[in-house]
């Protein structure tokens, strides 16, 4: 089994824009079967100087699926899999990063327990109602990341029909937040109907 041309894609732009650090905020995986072709993403996503780094989304909670698998996966393929945690990188960038609020248990106060600030402070996690309930007070980031809501997915004008579960007043794209201003991506994928309308898929950087 061999990746998708998405992926294909993703790896292409990522590598002609010789990005130093790739975060994948969630929904990456949904069945154990797609282990292999997870793999063969990893492998072709990390390079020799890049960290990359993931989160867990709603899909990775699916009950056929191993979290410590997951995470022995990433690791194989030198990824590490960040759980209501911090760590800093390169002694400049300092990640938080949760479990997702929606499928998962989120732990805002365990994430943000011995967070030590760098010169660049960022916050991952899956589901972006979430956003809202970081302590300004406890920490301010430069960026908050996060995804979940394909951006709708299937948008008529400005309406958006339908969003999944813990999308807050999230859609796509810049917000402010308490904690600072959070980018929520509308992906690469699809939820539950393989389509998308007026709502295009995108690789932020």
Same mark, same amino acid.
Request: proline share 6%; glycine share 8%; net charge neutral.
């Given at each position: ?13 990522? @590598? ?33 100087? %890049? ?8 899909? @990775? ?6 979290? #410590? ?10 990824? %590490? ?23 998962? #248990?989120?732990?805002? @106060? ?10 660049? #402070? ?17 920490? %301010? ?13 299937? %948008? ?48 932020? @950087?």
């Amino acid at each position: 089994k061999h990746i998708s041309l998405v992926e294909q894609a993703i790896i292409r732009e990522i @590598e002609k824009r010789d990005v130093g650090l790739v975060v994948l905020t969630g929904d990456i995986i949904d069945a154990p079967f797609k282990m292999d072709v997870l793999g063969e993403f990893c492998r072709n996503l990390k390079g020799e100087r %890049r960290t990359v780094l993931a989160t867990l989304g709603n899909w @990775e909670h699916s009950p056929r699926l191993s979290i #410590n698998e997951l995470g022995e996966k990433y690791r194989a393929h030198g990824i %590490r899999l960040m759980v209501n945690e911090s760590a800093v990188f390169d002694s400049a960038i300092s990640v938080a990063a949760t479990d997702d609020a929606y499928a998962g #248990n989120a732990h805002l @106060e365990k994430t943000l327990n011995g967070f030590s600030a760098a010169t660049v #402070n960022l916050f991952l996690t899956h589901s972006p109602r979430l956003l809202d309930h970081i302590p300004a007070s406890a920490r %301010r980031f430069d960026l908050a990341l996060a995804g979940h809501t394909h951006g709708g997915q299937c %948008r008529i004008g400005p309406f958006v029909p339908f969003r999944p579960p813990y999308s807050g007043r999230f859609v796509s794209g810049w917000y402010e937040i308490p904690a600072g201003r959070a980018y929520v991506s509308c992906g690469t994928g699809t939820s539950v109907f393989p389509v998308r309308i007026a709502c295009r898929p995108e690789l932020p @950087e």
